[in-house]
């Protein structure tokens, strides 16, 4: 039987409030320790999973590591950028990248897949640091 329990609530509420962020497993737990929670990092971890499975949560891996971040039902239908300072997620609907993508699927037959994070740096960033 699958039910929500009080502690898978707690790493979706999570999840759905830090929505434009990926973060690892140890990461959720020790957010979620700052906030008073004590949740193990075996649950953390299947909780995860489960949302993996079900599509709701998006992964990227980075020097070992994976990384997770609510996949809002319409996350699907643009791209996603993330600043490679500050970790910011950026949903971006811009019809120059879907020429692109058009482009790329007629003319080279390489299709995009839209669960992919371009990185880069972030407006905000390249003003802070001058870039």
């Known amino acids: 039987m699958n039910y929500q ?27 979620l320790a700052d906030d008073g929670y004590k949740v193990g990092i075996a649950s953390v971890h299947r ?4 949302l993996e499975e079900l599509g709701l949560v998006r992964t990227d891996t980075r020097e070992r590591t994976k990384y997770y971040q609510y996949a809002a039902p319409d996350c699907h239908s643009h791209f996603h950028f993330q600043c490679d300072h500050c970790h910011q997620i950026i949903h971006l609907e811009c019809p120059e990248l879907l020429a692109i993508a058009r482009h790329l699927a007629m003319d080279h037959g390489f299709i995009i897949n839209n669960e992919a994070t371009i990185a880069g740096i972030c407006r905000h960033c390249r003003r802070r640091k001058g870039c």
Do not use: M, P, V
């Not at 909780?47 to 489960?50: A, G, Q, S, T, Y």
């Open 47 to 50: 909780r995860l999973n489960d």
């Open 5 to 31: 329990t009080k502690t898978k609530q707690i790493i979706d509420d999570f999840l759905y409030t830090h929505a434009h962020e990926f973060f690892s497993c140890q990461q959720i737990c020790e957010a």
